[in-house]
């Protein structure tokens, strides 16, 4: 498992932009994906996004797709995710994830190994 510390969640109006960013730390990563779920109050943990480590490729949910972007920076262990033209809906907390193997479907959070510790983003109409 590795270490993963989100920050860049905050309180924005709809139709406003957040960039999350989420590092892997204690080792170097070179697993399978690094991604980013969320979960708003009384509702399942859901995906948002993923970006294969190594592949590059990018996944995203259908209700993001078009508005948030993920990236990632491999030198840095580093992964993003813009979120532009949030909405209310958007509001929930955000977590990064790490997988190390594909074990599971990439939007699957049973893929995941690391959990990072969440950050808030709450969207004000």
């Known amino acids: 498992q590795v270490h993963l510390v989100e920050s860049g969640g905050g309180l924005v109006q709809a139709g406003g932009s957040l960039r999350l960013s989420c590092a892997a730390s204690?080792?170097?990563?070179?697993?399978?994906?690094m991604g980013w779920f969320r979960q708003a109050p009384g509702k399942e943990r859901e995906f948002v996004a993923a970006?294969?480590?190594?592949?590059?490729?990018?996944y995203y949910a259908d209700n993001v797709r078009g508005r948030f972007t993920i990236s990632g920076d491999n030198a840095k262990n580093t992964v993003y995710l813009q979120m532009n033209s949030l909405k209310p809906e958007d509001t929930a907390v955000y977590y990064c994830?790490?997988?190390?193997?594909?074990?599971?479907?990439?939007?699957?959070?049973?893929?995941?190994?690391?959990w990072g510790q969440g950050t808030q983003v709450t969207v004000s109409s």
């Open positions: 994830a790490a997988a190390v193997r594909a074990l599971a479907g990439i939007r699957s959070p049973a893929l995941y190994d690391s």
């Open positions: 204690g080792r170097t990563f070179s697993g399978y994906a």
């Open positions: 970006r294969g480590w190594n592949s590059g490729n990018l």
